[in-house]
């Protein structure tokens, strides 16, 4: 397994003043093998997606490192330890490492709960207190029935 890096250029940057394009990176862990005897690359994750302009923000690296190191502890039991030391350092290549210092330095200027909440749990449903976008009543899953 390895890094497969994708690009495309934006209009303008995700963060910071207008200077023109930036680009948005997408790391995609993928596998080598053969089918019908032709190598062929098989998709195993989306790992993480950034922008250039975002790298430059110590938050932003912090977030993303952040966003990494749980994407792998999900996929631990398709990879090894040397895999994922791989693959890190691959992403570290091209996106610093935040240090503890930048980490303690981020959290001091963004508070206590700087880092976003994780993402709800797998067959977990969307909380009945965000607004209905559709115009519908709202219906619980017991109503459908």
């Excluded at 200077?19 to 032709?38: C, F, L, T, Y």
Aim: hydrophobic share 30%.
């Amino acid at each position: 397994m390895y890094v497969r890096w994708q690009s495309r250029e934006r209009n303008r940057p995700q963060y910071g003043p207008w200077q023109g394009p930036d680009i948005h990176w997408s790391a995609i862990i993928v596998e080598n093998m053969r089918i019908d005897g032709k190598p062929r690359q098989l998709h195993v994750a989306y790992l993480a997606g950034f922008t250039e302009s975002a790298i430059n923000h110590e938050a932003q690296r912090c977030y993303l490192w952040d966003h990494i190191s749980e994407r792998l502890d999900q996929l631990a039991n398709q990879m090894t330890t040397a895999t994922r030391e791989r693959i890190e350092a691959a992403v570290a290549n091209k996106v610093p490492r935040p240090t503890v210092a930048q980490y303690k330095a981020v959290a001091r200027r963004n508070g206590p709960n700087w880092r976003r909440p994780s993402p709800p749990a797998s067959g977990s449903r969307p909380s009945s207190s965000l607004p209905n976008l559709i115009g519908s009543p709202a219906t619980s899953p017991s109503s459908a029935r």
